[in-house]
């Protein structure tokens, strides 16, 4: 992850490799980045290289499936137009995408209301039906109850925490809630704040679809909680339109468990231990309170 990392120079190389019309772009470092590196490429372009080990699957991914999505998206995204192959330079696959202009929300977060209709929108239009052989992932999609073992152990995180009781609470009506039983759709698989941006207080545009996948549509609908300001819930699911009662309970609890490991990755960042981001612990902790109270509901 961050101590993990690839020079300027690796990136010139490879371009002027494989795609040398974009060789003499301005390349600079883009902070963050947790499976892939990333640069900004001249003022439209951005580079990514992998560097956990399964970065390249997630790109490869990315590669395949965005391009064919993105042009039904209300937002921008880092739509890939040039692929890297391996090489004697670099042994995985790499992404010259479209450069989505905007700040992180773990740094700006979003503070506009008018950024719950914008993000109902985008995920509408997003989860449409998948096709067959759309990408599976075992932890995202999937019923609550698939993933106990995963919440017992996030819910460490706030041990000796008042917040716990009613944390563990949210979780079990989620896991109650009845299953998902329509079509899996296509979802993003990955909504937290580090992968939107914010441009003049609202969202601006959705990138990182590493995780994307088909499945249940609740675990992207917890960004009612994860990314939008206080008391906006409500106006998010009024203009999502199309989540019963069970799903925003099932949404609301993937929302917790996304909340807790933001708590454990920023607290890991203030510690200083390594693949710790120290802005995600305010955003964890938002995020928690806002799941907990069910604000806007």
């Excluded at 739509?79 to 700040?103: D, K, N």
């Excluded at 088909?214 to 409500?234: F, K």
């Excluded at 938002?286 to 069910?294: H, T, Y």
Aim: with cysteine.
């Amino acid at each position: 992850m961050d101590e993990v990392r690839f020079e300027q120079d690796l990136v010139r190389a490879l371009l002027r490799d494989q795609h040398p019309d974009l060789a003499h772009l301005a390349l600079r470092d883009v902070t963050g980045g947790w499976d892939n590196q990333q640069w900004r490429l001249g003022p439209d372009l951005a580079v990514r290289l992998p560097r956990t080990e399964r970065a390249p699957a997630l790109l490869r991914a990315e590669q395949k499936w965005l391009p064919v999505l993105a042009g039904h998206l209300p937002l921008p995204t880092p739509v890939p137009v040039r692929i890297g192959e391996p090489s004697a330079l670099f042994g995985h696959t790499w992404t010259i995408t479209r450069w989505v202009e905007g700040e992180p929300a773990d740094h700006a977060p979003i503070i506009r209301a008018d950024a719950a209709p914008t993000l109902a929108g985008f995920l509408r239009a997003l989860h449409r039906r998948a096709p067959a052989d759309a990408p599976a992932n075992p932890a995202r999609g999937v019923p609550p109850s698939a993933l106990r073992d995963g919440f017992t152990s996030a819910l460490h995180v706030l041990e000796d925490d008042a917040s716990a009781g009613a944390a563990r609470d949210v979780w079990e009506e989620a896991v109650a809630a009845p299953a998902w039983h329509g079509a899996p759709t296509w979802l993003h698989g990955d909504l937290h704040p580090a992968n939107v941006v914010v441009r003049e207080g609202t969202l601006a545009g959705v990138i990182d679809f590493g995780e994307m996948c088909a499945g249940d549509p609740a675990t992207d609908l917890s960004a009612a909680w994860i990314l939008l300001p206080e008391g906006t819930a409500g106006r998010f699911f009024d203009a999502y339109g199309d989540a019963d009662d069970a799903t925003v309970a099932r949404a609301r609890g993937w929302a917790v468990l996304r909340a807790l490991h933001l708590l454990a990755i920023g607290r890991n960042g203030r510690l200083g231990l390594p693949g710790g981001k120290p802005t995600w612990e305010p955003a964890g902790r938002a995020a928690l309170e806002r799941a907990l109270a069910g604000q806007g509901m």
